[in-house]
């Protein structure tokens, strides 16, 4: 069968364009690593968020030598956390819900791009190699607010990363005679073992300790003044762990404050009540 010269170049471009058509869909489903929103990972009421042991506390965590988790949430109209810092040369493992309305987790400039869906757990697997610092947007219109709901996604030096966090427990007002106690945690939430030194700072007093808080653990640092040696007023105090500080104020009573109101009765007005910051301020 004699097939017409025109005839066979149609049919052979056809052929290519089928072939190209099919190429392209594969590609933009598998070659792209682009995943539904799916049931892999078990779903929660979003009311609940604040009792679901993923969400509670929105965070990173260290599972592994150079391996994270993220847990994030959206809500209208931020992320928490904000900022996510994760090091470079490391591979973190993103677990996004939405506490209300459907929203997105799109990190600009990037390929890391999901829909955040009530009651669905979003997973993205993402690699970080260099330092960088990213925005995060929502790209699925929410309500009034959607133009501002963004938050920062901070890549770090792998050796300027930690989890580290200071609080510090210590009492507002004491008698002139009482001792003042003041104990320091350090937590540390990466796998390998915390090097650090405490520093607490009361009146001209300074006093340092060294510390190894072991992988995920914490540890309590403990000093005591006698209120006495400082004399009656306040008394700033600071305390410092690498790049985290903690400050706060004791004051001493004086005696005529306790003639006023604690000797009749004998009552002691010693306030243990812990009233300081449990914020981490991180000073860098
Ligand atoms: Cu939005």
Redesign the pocket.
């Known amino acids: 069968m004699r097939i017409h010269v025109y005839e066979r170049l149609w049919l052979v471009a056809s052929m290519i364009l089928i072939v190209a058509f099919i190429a392209t869909v594969t590609y933009g489903t598998v070659g792209l690593g682009i995943t539904m929103v799916d049931d892999r990972e078990e779903t929660l009421s979003p009311g609940d968020i604040d009792e679901d042991e993923r969400f509670e506390d929105p965070r990173i965590e260290q599972v592994g030598e150079n391996e994270f988790e993220a847990y994030v949430v959206a809500m209208?109209?931020l992320f928490q956390p904000d900022p996510i810092e994760v090091p470079a040369n490391s591979e973190v493992t993103f677990y996004v819900t939405s506490r209300d309305v459907i929203?997105?987790f799109t990190v600009v400039g990037t390929n890391t791009n999901t829909m955040v869906i009530p009651g669905e757990v979003s997973v993205m697997t993402v690699e970080f190699d260099e330092p960088g610092e990213y925005g995060i947007i929502?790209?699925?219109?929410?309500?009034v607010g959607?133009h501002d709901?963004e938050a920062e996604l901070i890549v770090v030096e792998e050796d300027e990363f930690d989890l580290t966090e200071l609080s510090v427990d210590a009492p507002d007002t004491v008698e002139p005679d009482a001792e003042i106690e003041l104990t320091a945690t350090v937590s540390n939430g990466l796998i390998d073992d915390l090097e650090a030194t405490v520093t607490v700072e009361i009146g001209d007093e300074t006093f340092q300790e060294d510390v190894t808080v072991g992988g995920d653990e914490s540890e309590d640092v403990s000093i005591t003044v006698d209120a006495d040696d400082l004399g009656e007023g306040d008394h700033d105090w600071t305390v410092t762990v690498d790049d985290y500080e903690e400050t706060g104020t004791v004051s001493v009573a004086s005696d005529t404050d306790e003639n006023d109101d604690g000797s009749e009765n004998g009552e002691d007005t010693t306030d243990e009540n812990d009233a300081s910051s449990t914020v981490e301020d991180r000073l860098s």
Request: charged share 10%.
């Open positions: 209208t109209f929203h997105s929502c790209n699925e219109y929410c309500g959607h709901m």
